[in-house]
């Protein structure tokens, strides 16, 4: 069974007009391999509650649902705050909003949905949700249980919120912020907005990436946490007072933060047979880094690169021992803190 609510449709269900807005839908689909289109114009329109349809499920996990929605206008949402809600084997979601203050949660339960590891290029992903340049003080919510999971999160402007909670195996978290541009997992061509924050958070055994990027502004916030091993992490800010704190637990991670900017801070700890590069580029900067435990074979590695003035660089490992850390700084009024504990480390110190 397929659903499709065209505008006009919307407008019955809803309100007096497709363009005036305070529309709704509440919708539900049992089953498999069902379709959804929603196209909402004008402002304070909303899909979800009454009390809480938005589903599209199936109790044998089949799935192959899609979901396709666009609202234009100001104060829309769908789902509100929460239910949303998708379950079963290769679910997709497209969700596109063009406006400020509007608002998205969704729920996947599953395998495949996203069709994994797509999101890594930020082109093609079949689970994504747009809030264009126009956004501001927009809000995204999304969580995934199950494996091979992906997501791709866009949000053009400042003051807008994305957090993305995935629980499985091989999941790929794509979010970007405050852009206009395209990326191609970070060849960058990035805009800019101020004050926006990224929240996301892996938890499983094995094998999930993270590509967050926030374009050019002021106060931004990441905050990244990864619990398992195999994990990676790719994190670029470009502005002013900008802050990315990085968390990666267990075995094999690796961690590529950048900052470009004026007092920046930067955070990264790991735990064994880590791999960690960490890189700013202007003055005022900080950079606070940490690799621990480990056995004889499984050494970490690090290097820590900050060019400009007036930069700190706090960074330890320690474990069985074989650890590495290299760290440079240029310019002037630099200060660089390092500790390691265990037998047979290698340190590199460059101040010029």
Do not use: C
């Not at 979800?48 to 649902?65: E, I, K, M």
């Not at 405050?178 to 800019?192: H, V």
């Not at 916030?221 to 990676?232: A, E, I, K, P």
């Amino acid at each position: 069974m397929n659903l499709l609510l065209s505008t006009a449709v919307v407008a019955l269900i809803g309100a007096t007009s497709a363009f005036a807005g305070s529309n709704t839908v509440y919708f539900t689909q049992n089953d498999n391999s069902q379709t959804a289109q929603i196209n909402q114009g004008g402002d304070h329109n909303t899909i979800g509650q009454s009390w809480r349809p938005f589903v599209q499920q199936n109790g044998g996990l089949a799935g192959y649902n899609q979901l396709v929605v666009n609202q234009s206008g100001n104060n829309n949402w769908v789902a509100r705050d929460l239910q949303g809600y998708q379950s079963g084997t290769q679910n997709t979601a497209v969700i596109n909003q063009a406006g400020n203050q509007n608002d998205v949660e969704l729920q996947q339960a599953g395998t495949q949905n996203g069709i994994g590891y797509i999101a890594y290029n930020n082109g093609g992903a079949y689970n994504s949700i747009q809030q264009d340049s126009t956004a501001a003080s927009s809000k995204v919510s999304v969580l995934q249980n199950g494996s091979l999971n992906g997501f791709d999160v866009l949000q053009g402007g400042g003051s807008n919120n994305a957090s993305l909670t995935q629980t499985g195996t091989g999941g790929v978290a794509y979010v970007r912020q405050g852009t206009t541009g395209y990326d191609q997992s970070t060849g960058r061509w990035i805009g800019g907005g101020s004050n926006n924050a990224i929240a996301i958070g892996q938890n499983s055994w094995s094998g999930n990436a993270v590509v967050a990027m926030q374009g050019n502004g002021d106060g931004n916030n990441m905050t990244l946490t990864q619990d398992g091993d195999q994990l990676y992490t790719n994190a670029w800010q470009s502005g002013y007072s900008n802050t990315i704190s990085s968390s990666q637990t267990g075995v094999g991670s690796t961690a590529w933060i950048s900052q470009n900017g004026a007092r920046n801070y930067a955070q990264s700890n790991q735990g064994y047979y880590a791999t960690a590069n960490l890189t700013q580029t202007g003055n005022d900067n900080q950079i606070y880094g940490s690799q621990f435990g480990g056995q004889a074979g499984y050494s970490n590695v690090a290097t820590v690169t900050q060019y400009g003035s007036g930069n700190y660089a706090n960074y330890s490992q320690s474990g069985y021992g074989g650890n590495s850390l290299s760290l440079s700084q240029t310019n002037d009024s630099n200060i660089s803190v390092t500790a390691q504990n265990g037998a047979g480390n290698i340190l590199s110190i460059i101040q010029n």
